[in-house]
């Protein structure tokens, strides 16, 4: 039995706040060493989609229209005080200003730390998607019961 720590994120939202948040914990315990696994759900997939920007992804008229909706890391809104799309941009020049790294070199961080990502074989469905939607850094798509065994013994939180 590894004595190594295990976090395991549900990243649920594809809101720029809630998405640094993902990706400052993943990173944070990813540099301390803990294993760490983000499994990207809904929304929450749109932070590693492989075609960033509005683009129609999906199988049909209403999941591409769910894909261009979904514009990716560089337009994901905030959950609050968005104020039309500005909200972010204020976000990341106080982030740039005040030293703290922003939501992609947040991900490119995970990325260079060996965070496990993870994408829900449910979700991809539903919004009919297919892995090659996604980053290559993206290690499986998994259901619920896969991801439930991978993070057992460690700490799990649902953003």
Known sequence: MSNQ??????????????LTAVFTLATGAAAVGYEVNIFFTFWGLDAIKRKQGRSFIGSNW????????????????????????IGPKIFRKLMKKNNVATL??????????DVNFYACEMAMHVLGLTKDDFIPEVKDVLGVASFLNLSEGGQTLFI
């Open 104 to 113: 992609e070199e947040l991900v490119d961080a995970a990325k260079a730390l």
């Open 62 to 85: 209403l999941t591409k229209t769910f894909g261009f909706m979904m514009g990716g890391l560089k337009v994901a809104p905030n959950s609050r005080f968005n104020f039309w799309g």
């Open 5 to 18: 720590k295990k976090l395991s994120i549900i990243a649920f939202s594809g809101d720029f706040d809630k």
